[in-house]
């Protein structure tokens, strides 16, 4: 029985399991199995250093791995293996590693990355600096436990707006509801949450959120 060879660099298909008559590696430098904008670009926050990856986050390889997925066409399954960025003027750049499932093949493309970040500030940056807030913490409980439990959400929290303290608890007015959120589920500390609606924003209903925290 005559074997098989690739007609690009001359393996035996004993070697590979071949796709439509090449080995894995040769179809794919000699098949388009993706394609990718040339240009990248997303939004960094000048204050706080978040960037935009479908919703504003800190950088991370899985978060930035996602984001980068979603941004390639191709007909196979993509997963990204492995990203290596670094920080450069206005952008970061540097490789990722793709595997796409080619017929049960499992592909890795070697990219070469630079996405542009555009200069801005986030949402809950953009509260802070007006002194607006979208968020209100409301500890409430036995006052020595209170206390520390706001010293230690005021610490974590970076975007505190003001502090109100009364006879019945202490409210912590938090400009980043998705930052109280994770504070509070760091901390181990259950809540109440209630919205109210404060107004309208670019056709959108603008609500307010209270976290009601008993310690």
Known sequence: MLKKMCPRCGKSEMENEFIKGFCPACFAEAKSIFKMPK???????????????????????KRTGSWIA??????????VIEIQLSKGKQALEGTAIVAFDVEGNLIEKKIHLRIALINGLCPSC?????????????????QNKRERTAKKAIRALGGVVKIGEMREGIDVYSAGLGDALEVLSRLGLSYKLSKKLVGRKEGKNVYRTTLCVRV
């Open 39 to 61: 240009a990248l670009e997303t939004r960094e926050c000048s204050s706080c250093g978040k960037i935009f990856l479908g919703e504003w986050v800190q950088q991370d390889e």
């Open 126 to 142: 953009e509260l802070l600096k007006s002194g607006r807030y979208d968020t209100i913490i409301q500890i409430r409980g036995e």
């Open 70 to 79: 979603s941004k390639i066409k191709s007909a196979y399954l993509i997963k």
